[in-house]
T-cell receptor, first 114, second 113 residues
Framework: DSGVTQTPKHLITATGQRVTLRCSPR?????VYWYQQSLDQGLQFLIH???????AKGNILERFSAQQFPDLHSELNLSSLELGDSALYFC?????????????FGEGSRLTVL | AQRVTQPEKLLSVFKGAPVELKCNYS??????LFWYVQYSRQRLQLLLR??SRESIKGFTADLNKGETSFHLKKPFAQEEDSAMYYC???????????????FGKGTLLTVNP
């Protein structure tokens, strides 16, 4: 499958812990976007990387950080986890900076914080 | 700041009935709007974009700048249209640091037989 892949699919952890979510974009896509989806907030934009550089930031908490590596995969690090961080985290990729507006989404990583 | 509002969390219609999913936006610049769809057990994917003025799977959406709306319409709903629909607004300067896609909270459409 040459689409966006995210690992892990499911993750259960405790408050105060730290986790890393990984995303591999579609072959050839240089942009990676991270979104958080919770029941009451919908899809919230977190951050956008283009070819290794941060390009846009949304409502990303200071406890969260991300980076995009030279091979273009990206990682989202979530630390000092709280119950409210439980959500589905989506990664999306696009050719360039999504001039057409089309993002290609992964299946998401479901994080449960107990 | 930009905002996308989808007033209906749930919308239920019968097969063959017209359907309209509402989307309103708030943005001071020139908006670019999109509809994304997520079918059961599938990934979120682009359905259509206002700039293309296209009809996809019988759906159309017209950007109304006066009413700041971008409602999605289909004259005759089909059962396979049942899905989660998200309206999205692209804001910022192309290639700029604030260039991003903002999504509404989504509307779950159920088309009953």
């Amino acid at each position: 499958d040459s689409g966006v892949t995210q690992t892990p699919k499911h993750l259960i952890t405790a408050t105060g812990q730290r986790v890393t979510l990984r995303c591999s974009p579609r072959s050839g896509d240089l942009s990676v976007y991270w979104y958080q989806q919770s029941l009451d907030q919908g899809l919230q934009f977190l951050i956008h990387y283009y070819n290794g550089e941060e390009r846009a930031k949304g409502n990303i908490l200071e406890r969260f950080s991300a980076q995009q590596f030279p091979d273009l995969h990206s990682e989202l690090n979530l630390s000092s986890l709280e119950l409210g961080d439980s959500a589905l985290y989506f990664c999306a990729s696009s050719v360039g900076t999504a001039i057409t507006g089309e993002l290609f989404f992964g299946e998401g990583s479901r994080l449960t914080v107990l | 700041a930009q905002r996308v509002t989808q007033p209906e969390k749930l919308l239920s219609v019968f097969k063959g009935a017209p359907v309209e999913l509402k989307c309103n936006y708030s943005y001071s610049g020139s908006p670019e709007l999109f509809w994304y769809v997520q079918y059961s057990r599938q990934r979120l994917q682009l359905l259509l974009r206002h700039i293309s003025r296209e009809s996809i799977k019988g759906f159309t959406a017209d950007l109304n700048k006066g009413e700041t709306s971008f409602h999605l319409k289909k004259p005759f709903a089909q059962e396979e249209d049942s899905a989660m629909y998200y309206c999205a607004l692209r804001s910022g300067v192309r290639g700029g640091s604030n260039y991003k896609l903002t999504f509404g909270k989504g509307t779950l459409l159920t088309v009953n037989p």
